[in-house]
């Protein structure tokens, strides 16, 4: 069993940044890729990014690509997304997942509550 637990998120003006964190912890955790996902309301859940537990590689989502960026602490088995040069078009809820490290929610096994982030024109 994973426990994963977001925060980090609020309302940032556009070209902002804010970084969320996700704090995992459960036995079998370091076996899993973790990823981020987003939420806008009415919309379906949409693939932000990946990285490794090793952090050793990440993949992005076009639309992020060159503005988001991935890490990851071991130490403190979290992990982190970056958001930099935010823009309106990426207010939503963002979730944190374990899984296989594709760009399908379905191939998630555990995730986050998740954390609501706003930006503002």
């Known amino acids: 069993q994973v426990q994963l637990v977001e925060s980090g998120g609020g309302l940032v003006q556009a070209g902002g940044s804010l970084r969320l964190s996700c704090a995992a912890s459960g036995r079998t955790f370091s076996k899993y890729t973790m990823g981020w996902f987003r939420q806008a309301p009415g919309k379906e859940r949409e693939f932000v990014g990946t990285?490794?537990?090793?952090?050793?590689?990440?993949y992005f989502a076009d639309s992020v690509k060159g503005r988001f960026t991935i890490s990851r602490d071991t130490a403190k088995n979290t992990v982190y997304l970056q958001m930099n040069s935010l823009k309106p078009e990426d207010t939503a809820v963002y979730y944190c997942?374990?899984?296989?490290?594709?760009?399908?929610?379905?191939?998630?096994?555990?995730w986050g509550q998740g954390t609501q982030v706003t930006v503002s024109s």
């Open positions: 990285i490794t537990w090793s952090g050793t590689r990440t």
């Open positions: 997942a374990a899984g296989s490290g594709s760009m399908r929610p379905n191939d998630y096994d555990y």
